[in-house]
C-alpha cells in the first residue's frame, strides 16, 4: 500500500471511445468478468491487512505461522473499510493533477497516431518522456506531503491495533497521542521514514525490473495463448478477443505483481518491525 498508481493520465479514454465501449458494455460475459475481477481486487484489501496482522506477530514473537492471519480476518476488514475512506481522496487529488498534466500529451499523442510523419517514432518517444516527466512532477510533491498520512495508514494504525488490540479508530487516536508526547522521537522516525522511502523506490525498480525478468517467458506464453485465442474468436476488436487478451494481460499482471510482492518482502518486514517498536 501507499505505491503509486499507474500513470493513468497517459492512458487513452478508452471508456469513450465508442468502438471500445459498445462491445465491452453489449457483452453479458465481459461485464460479469469486469465485475467479477472488481470484487476479486476488493476481496484481497482484506486479506492483505490480515497478512499484515499475521506478519506483525511473527515479527514480534520470532514464531511465524503460516495461518496466523485467519484469526485477524475480522479487525483486517475494519482497518480496510476505515483507511479506503482516508485514502481514496488522496489518490482522487493524484489522479485529478495526473490528469490536468498528461492530458494534452495524450491529445498530441492520438493526434499523431493518426497522421503519423516520417519521425513518428521518434516523436512518439518524445512525448511519452515529456509525459512522465509531467506525472513525476505530480508524483514527487503528492508523495512527499502524503507519506505522514500513509504511514499512519498502513504502518503505525496496524501496529497499535496489533499491540493493544484496538479498532482502527481508536487506534490511530493512540498513535497521534503518542505522537504529541513524544515529537522528538515521532519527528526522527519520519525523517528516517522518508529515507526508507526514498530508498524502497529506488530497491522497488531494481525489483522490477528482476521480476520483468522472471516472468518474462511465461508471461510472454500467457500473452501469446491469449492473442491466439482472440483471433480465433473472430480478433481483438470483438467481444471474445477483448475478453481474452484482457484475462491474458489480467493474468500475467498478477504473476508479476506477485514475484515482486516476493522480492520486497523483507523491505515490508523492516517497516512493520520499526513501526512496532516505534509504537510500543
Known amino acids: 500500500m501507499g505505491a503509486a498508481p499507474p500513470p493513468l493520465g497517459l492512458l487513452p479514454p478508452l471508456w469513450a471511445n ?18 467479477l475481477l472488481a470484487l476479486v481486487l476488493i476481496a484481497f484489501g482484506p486479506l492483505g491487512r490480515a497478512l499484515t496482522f499475521g506478519l506483525m506477530e511473527g515479527l514480534s514473537t520470532g514464531e511465524p505461522q503460516a495461518k496466523a492471519y485467519r484469526e485477524y480476518l475480522q479487525p483486517a476488514m ?17 489522479f485529478l493533477g495526473e ?28 512525448l511519452l518522456g515529456e509525459g512522465a516527466l509531467r506525472f513525476l512532477l505530480v508524483l514527487g510533491p503528492w508523495t512527499l506531503l502524503t507519506l505522514p498520512a500513509f504511514v499512519l495508514l498502513y504502518e503505525l494504525t496496524p501496529a497499535s491495533m496489533w499491540l493493544y488490540r484496538l479498532g ?9 497521542l503518542q505522537a ?22 529506488t530497491l522497488a525498480g531494481v525489483a522490477l525490473l528482476v ?38 494481460g489480467l493474468t500475467t499482471t498478477v504473476l508479476l505483481y506477485c514475484v515482486l510482492s516476493f522480492l520486497l518482502t523483507p523491505v515490508s518486514a523492516l517497516l512493520y518491525r520499526l513501526a512496532l517498536r516505534v509504537m510500543q
Open 18 to 35: 465508442p468502438e471500445v465501449r459498445a462491445p465491452i458494455a453489449g457483452s453479458p460475459v465481459a461485464m460479469s468478468l469486469l465485475l
Open 99 to 126: 490528469a490536468a498534466a498528461t492530458h494534452d500529451v495524450y491529445g498530441r499523442f492520438a493526434q499523431l497516431l493518426a497522421n503519423p510523419p516520417e519521425d513518428a517514432a521518434n516523436r512518439a518517444l518524445a
Open 180 to 201: 504529541r508526547r513524544a515529537s522528538r522521537r515521532f519527528w526522527s522516525y519520519l525523517g528516517l521514514r522518508l529515507l526508507l522511502q526514498l530508498a524502497g523506490n
Open 78 to 94: 475494519r482497518h480496510f473499510l476505515w483507511s479506503s475512506a482516508l485514502t481514496l481522496p488522496l489518490y482522487a487529488l493524484l
Open 211 to 248: 521480476a520483468l525478468l522472471v516472468t518474462m517467458i511465461p508471461g510472454g506464453l500467457l500473452l501469446g495463448v491469449g492473442w491466439a485465442v482472440a483471433v480465433l474468436l473472430g480478433g481483438p476488436s470483438t467481444t471474445g478477443g477483448i475478453v481474452a487478451l484482457t484475462v491474458a
Open 168 to 176: 482502527p479508530v481508536a487506534a490511530s487516536g493512540r498513535v497521534l
